[in-house]
C-alpha cells in the first residue's frame, strides 16, 4: 500500500509524525529506496544502485569535464559577489560573521545551474531511481567559508521536508556536486549509512517561521543522543570526501550533518533535490504556514525536461 494513498476526504496520511508531543522514538521506513524495478536498465553499474540501497548513498567521479567544473566554480563565485541576490531574501549568511552560507532556487536565477540541474547525468539518473518524472524541490548553492564556517547538525532532510513542506513519501533524493575540493579536515558531509531504513521521530514543536533561524543552525528537527548514538553504532559514520566535480547522491532519509570548517580552505557544493512528480507536496504535517517557495517549490512545480549533455565521460 503506498504511503501517498489518499483518504476519502482527499487528504493526505500522516505515515511519519514528527514533532507532534511525541517522545523521540523510530519507525520502521517502509517506502523503497530504489524504486526502479529493472537494475540492468540503470544509467550506473548495478554495483552502485546496490551499494545505495543499503547504504544510502554513492560518491560518483568523473562525471564532469575539467572545462565543465571550471564553468560551475565560475558561476559559484558570480552569484556569491552578486550583490542583488544577496539582498534578495534568498539568501542565507553565517549566524556570527554574515558570510554567505547558502543562495537558494540556483536553477532559476542562474542559467548554467538550470541546465545543470535537468543534465542527463543528474536528473536522468533521479528519474531512474525514484521511478518516475522528477521535479526541484529545492536547489541551493552551499557556500563554507574558511575559518568560520559553521556545522550543520545532524538530521533527515525528510523529517523537514515532510513537517515543514508536506513532502507525503520518501521518494526523493538529494545530489551535492562538489565545487571545491571537500576533504577530511574542511568540514565535508558525514553519514551513517544504512540509518534511511529508520524515521527518527522527533521532539517538541515546530515554531513560528521556523526556516528563518534552522537555516543558520538548526535546533528543532534534531534526532535525540539515544537515537542518533543507536544509529551511529549500527552503521558507524562515513565521511563523504572528493575532488570537485564529484557527486554525492543521498537518499532523502539517511542521517547526516557536517563538522565547522576552521581551516583556510573553503568548502562548496552546488545541491539539488529531486522530488517525484507522484509524491509533490502538500500542506505541511504541522501546524504552521509553508514554508517559501525558494526553499520549497509548491506553485511552480514542472518536470524536468531531461538533457542529453552530449559529451562523453565514460
Same mark, same amino acid.
Not at 520502521?28 to 544502485?49: F, G, M, N, Q
Not at 564556517?149 to 551535492?176: C, I, N, Q
Not at 507536496?281 to 512545480?301: K, L, M, N, S
Given at each position: 500500500?503506498?504511503?501517498?494513498?489518499?483518504?476519502?476526504?482527499?487528504?493526505?496520511?500522516?505515515?511519519?509524525?514528527?514533532?507532534? +508531543?511525541? #517522545?523521540?522514538?523510530? *519507525?520502521?521506513?517502509?517506502?523503497?529506496?530504489?524504486?526502479?524495478?529493472?537494475?540492468?536498465?540503470?544509467?550506473?553499474?548495478? /554495483?552502485?544502485?546496490?551499494?545505495?540501497?543499503?547504504?544510502?548513498?554513492?560518491?560518483?567521479?568523473?562525471?564532469?569535464? =575539467?572545462?565543465?567544473?571550471?564553468?560551475?566554480?565560475?558561476?559559484?563565485?558570480?552569484?556569491?559577489?552578486? !550583490?542583488?541576490? /544577496?539582498?534578495? +531574501?534568498?539568501? *542565507?549568511? !553565517?549566524?556570527?560573521?554574515?558570510?554567505?552560507?547558502?543562495?537558494?532556487?540556483?536553477?532559476?536565477?542562474?542559467?548554467?545551474?538550470?541546465?545543470?540541474? =535537468?543534465?542527463?547525468?543528474?536528473?536522468?539518473? =533521479?528519474?531512474?531511481?525514484?521511478?518516475?518524472?522528477?521535479?526541484?524541490?529545492?536547489?541551493?548553492?552551499?557556500?563554507?567559508?574558511?575559518?568560520?564556517?559553521? !556545522?550543520?547538525?545532524?538530521?533527515?532532510?525528510?523529517?523537514?521536508?515532510?513537517?515543514?513542506?508536506?513532502?507525503?513519501?520518501?521518494?526523493?533524493?538529494?545530489?551535492?556536486?562538489?565545487?571545491?575540493?571537500?576533504?577530511?579536515?574542511?568540514?565535508?558531509?558525514?553519514?551513517?549509512?544504512? &540509518?534511511?531504513? /529508520?524515521?527518527?521521530? @522527533?521532539?517538541?514543536?515546530?515554531?513560528?517561521?521556523?526556516?528563518?533561524? &534552522?537555516? /543558520?543552525?538548526?535546533?528543532?528537527?534534531?534526532?535525540?543522543?539515544?537515537?542518533?548514538?543507536?544509529? %551511529?553504532?549500527?552503521?558507524?559514520?562515513?565521511?563523504?570526501?572528493? #575532488?570537485?566535480?564529484?557527486? *554525492?547522491?543521498?537518499?532523502?532519509? *539517511?542521517?547526516? +550533518?557536517?563538522?565547522?570548517?576552521?581551516?583556510?580552505?573553503?568548502?562548496?557544493?552546488?545541491?539539488?533535490?529531486?522530488? %517525484?512528480?507522484?509524491?509533490?507536496?502538500?500542506?505541511?504535517? @504541522?501546524?504552521?504556514?509553508?514554508?517559501?517557495?525558494?526553499? @520549497?517549490?509548491?506553485?511552480?512545480?514542472?518536470?524536468?525536461?531531461?538533457?542529453?549533455?552530449?559529451?562523453?565521460?565514460?
Amino acid at each position: 500500500m503506498s504511503l501517498t494513498e489518499r483518504d476519502q476526504n482527499n487528504t493526505v496520511q500522516d505515515h511519519y509524525r514528527s514533532r507532534s +508531543g511525541l #517522545k523521540a522514538h523510530f *519507525i520502521d521506513r517502509t517506502d523503497p529506496v530504489v524504486y526502479a524495478a529493472e537494475p540492468t536498465a540503470a544509467p550506473i553499474s548495478e /554495483k552502485l544502485v546496490q551499494q545505495y540501497d543499503e547504504q544510502g548513498f554513492i560518491i560518483l567521479e568523473d562525471l564532469f569535464s =575539467a572545462r565543465e567544473v571550471a564553468g560551475f566554480q565560475q558561476e559559484l563565485d558570480r552569484l556569491r559577489h552578486d !550583490e542583488e541576490i /544577496k539582498a534578495s +531574501g534568498e539568501t *542565507i549568511t !553565517e549566524p556570527d560573521s554574515g558570510d554567505v552560507r547558502s543562495i537558494f532556487r540556483i536553477h532559476e536565477i542562474s542559467p548554467l545551474f538550470k541546465k545543470l540541474a =535537468a543534465d542527463a547525468r543528474l536528473a536522468g539518473l =533521479a528519474q531512474y531511481l525514484l521511478d518516475d518524472q522528477v521535479y526541484i524541490h529545492q536547489s541551493r548553492l552551499n557556500y563554507k567559508p574558511g575559518f568560520r564556517g559553521k !556545522e550543520f547538525y545532524w538530521h533527515s532532510d525528510f523529517e523537514t521536508w515532510h513537517v515543514e513542506d508536506g513532502m507525503p513519501a520518501m521518494r526523493a533524493l538529494s545530489m551535492s556536486i562538489t565545487l571545491t575540493a571537500n576533504d577530511e579536515s574542511n568540514g565535508p558531509l558525514l553519514l551513517i549509512p544504512g &540509518s534511511q531504513r /529508520k524515521y527518527v521521530v @522527533c521532539e517538541g514543536h515546530t515554531p513560528a517561521e521556523h526556516f528563518r533561524s &534552522s537555516l /543558520k543552525k538548526q535546533e528543532y528537527g534534531v534526532p535525540s543522543d539515544e537515537c542518533l548514538s543507536h544509529l %551511529a553504532e549500527q552503521g558507524g559514520i562515513v565521511t563523504a570526501t572528493g #575532488k570537485p566535480g564529484s557527486v *554525492i547522491l543521498f537518499d532523502c532519509n *539517511i542521517m547526516h +550533518g557536517s563538522n565547522g570548517n576552521i581551516t583556510p580552505f573553503p568548502r562548496s557544493n552546488a545541491f539539488f533535490v529531486y522530488n %517525484a512528480l507522484s509524491n509533490r507536496v502538500v500542506d505541511p504535517f @504541522c501546524d504552521q504556514a509553508p514554508r517559501p517557495e525558494y526553499i @520549497c517549490t509548491r506553485r511552480q512545480i514542472k518536470p524536468l525536461t531531461v538533457q542529453q549533455s552530449g559529451n562523453n565521460h565514460g
